[in-house]
């Protein structure tokens, strides 16, 4: 028998401020309809001016080595697609802050939003070469689109911390994959730009022909069989697009794909989304979290994902639910990182999100603003200068 592998603890994070959707409409003049019931979207996490990718990943791994310590961790995966480096992994300061030893090793990866699921696949095979290790995987993104572009509303920002290793308390993570390419322009950053590019429509297109390419090699490997699973995880852009993906399979396998199932089937997924807004890397597993804290029992149960990052990559895997999993959950402390948010207003938002570092090298302190565990102080010699509090 294989040895099982997967998902021991899992813990999210998310920012110190939130902009409802309502403030958003009432200053560009948008229906509401269309970003509450059309996209899916009540309201969107924002960072502090002292929050970062760095911050969000160290307080949501935080409370996984408080309660498993750092024995065994040998290596942490990083993965983002808003990098604030081209050359150190920001892994790298989040090893520091947690204090976590120096026997290990630290990366970041990038493709889109898929990256973390990349990460959690690499971790699976380090733990498969040597059992007695646990790998550290982190997907920490801040989503940002230019202000007044059609992407605005769909902007947010949170961190998913996963310890992977033998015998997981929480989801058996199992093999085969299907896994998808394609080089597609929908969505991209070019290095010198801090908000990304979308063709949307195209990047919706994108998303369901990926779906379809991932599932297609997924049952060509002899995958589960669609209505084994009981309950799709998809990458959340908008927790629209769940519906839309899960439509897309089901129509492409001949099942029906009326409203009712395809709710039954991911609604309880999308609880976290829907107020976060798209946390890039992270969206999918904050999927994860939310079905876990919010279904009755799953033990027992497997579950779909569908990961989706532009470009394009795309996965689909199956996790099997451990039983007694309802013990290792965070639901309390996720609720708390949700509603401890302070609500903006549209002028407070706007004047975040212009806010930038000067690039001449010199001292740049940062307002101190989250009340969260870790901060960003500050820019000294082109440094991030990072606190514990
Ligand atoms: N009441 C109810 N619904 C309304 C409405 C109203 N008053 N007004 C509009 N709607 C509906 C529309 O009918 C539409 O629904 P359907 O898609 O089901 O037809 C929906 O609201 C959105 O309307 P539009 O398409 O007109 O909106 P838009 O042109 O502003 O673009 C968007 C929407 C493409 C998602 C845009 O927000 C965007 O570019 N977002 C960023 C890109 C993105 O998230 N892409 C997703 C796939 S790529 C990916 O997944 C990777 C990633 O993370 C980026």
């Known amino acids: 028998m294989s040895t099982s592998i997967g998902i021991h603890d899992l813990s999210l994070a998310t920012t110190e401020f939130v902009l409802p959707h309502t403030a958003l409409a009432e200053y560009n003049g948008t229906d509401i309809g269309k970003y509450h019931v059309g996209i899916g979207q009540q309201s969107m996490s924002v960072p502090a001016a002292d929050e970062d990718i760095v911050t969000l990943a160290a307080a949501a791994a935080a409370p996984i080595i408080a309660r498993h310590g750092s024995d065994g961790i040998r290596t942490v995966i990083f993965a983002t697609e808003s990098s604030i480096d081209q050359a150190k992994s920001a892994g790298v300061y989040v090893h520091s802050l947690l204090g976590l030893p120096s026997a290990c090793r630290v990366v970041e990866l990038k493709q889109a939003c898929y990256g973390a699921t990349a990460g959690l696949q690499f971790a699976i095979g380090l733990v498969r070469r040597d059992p007695t290790q646990r790998v550290l995987v982190i997907a920490s993104d801040v989503s ?122 991911l609604g309880l997924t999308t609880a976290y989304n829907t107020v976060i807004g798209n946390s890039y890397t992270a969206s999918v597993y904050l999927g994860l979290a939310a079905l876990l804290d919010q279904a009755e029992d799953l033990t027992d149960r497997s579950i779909g994902f569908l990961s989706y990052g532009s470009g394009s990559v795309a996965e689909f895997f199956a996790g099997t639910v451990v039983p007694g999993y309802r013990e290792h959950l965070r639901t309390e402390a996720h609720h708390e990182s949700i509603d401890r948010r302070k609500t903006l207003d549209y002028a407070a938002y706007r004047e975040l999100h212009q806010r930038t570092f000067p690039a001449d090298g010199g001292d740049h302190l940062t307002p101190a603003q989250t009340s969260g565990p870790f901060r960003l102080a500050g820019l000294r010699g082109h440094k991030r200068i990072y606190e514990a509090r």
């Open 144 to 265: 940002k689109y230019d202000l007044d572009s059609p992407g605005e509303a769909t902007q947010g920002a949170a961190a998913v911390a996963m310890l992977v290793g033998t015998d997981p308390a929480v989801l058996r993570i199992e093999e085969p994959s299907g896994v998808f390419t394609a080089d597609v322009m929908d969505f991209w950053r070019p290095n010198y730009r801090d908000t990304a590019l979308v063709d949307g429509h195209e990047s919706i297109a994108a998303y369901l022909q990926a779906v379809e390419g991932a599932w297609k090699d997924y049952t060509e490997h002899d995958g589960r069989p669609l209505e084994d699973f009981a309950a799709f995880v998809y990458h959340q852009p908008f927790t629209k697009m769940a519906y839309k993906a899960h439509r897309h399979l089901l129509d492409y396998v001949g099942f029906a794909s009326d409203k009712d199932t395809i709710s039954k089937a």
